[in-house]
């Protein structure tokens, strides 16, 4: 998975690389926006987020990346989890302090 900053406006959304075709937009409204394109091997989607918080959600998710990965998501106790996981959340680990770092 892929986090990029990125904008929206009149239904298109657009990040470092130019416009992003067949992007779903979330958000309630058609005006010029900023937020995150998450784009996975299907999917490509934009959620439109005000700056300010953008900060405390990518504190948020880092977070739980390090929650997962040291296997202490559930209330029985730690479970460890597969390596290839702990690989995949220690690069979307990667990726968020890259985005949160662009928004400084």
Do not use: F
Not at 69 to 90: C, D, E, H, M, Y
């Amino acid at each position: 998975m892929k986090i990029l900053n990125a904008t929206a406006e009149n239904g298109e959304v657009s990040a470092d690389a130019g416009k992003v075709p067949n992007a779903q937009i979330l958000s309630a409204g058609k005006a010029k926006s900023a937020g995150i394109l998450l784009i996975s091997e299907e999917d490509k989607i934009y959620i439109a987020i005000a700056i300010d918080s953008m900060g405390k959600i990518i504190d948020s998710l880092i977070s739980m990346t390090d929650t997962i990965a040291n296997g202490q998501w559930t209330g029985s106790g730690t479970v460890a989890p597969s390596p290839a996981l702990v690989t995949q959340l220690g690069q979307l680990k990667t990726e968020l302090n890259q985005l949160k770092e662009n928004l400084q």
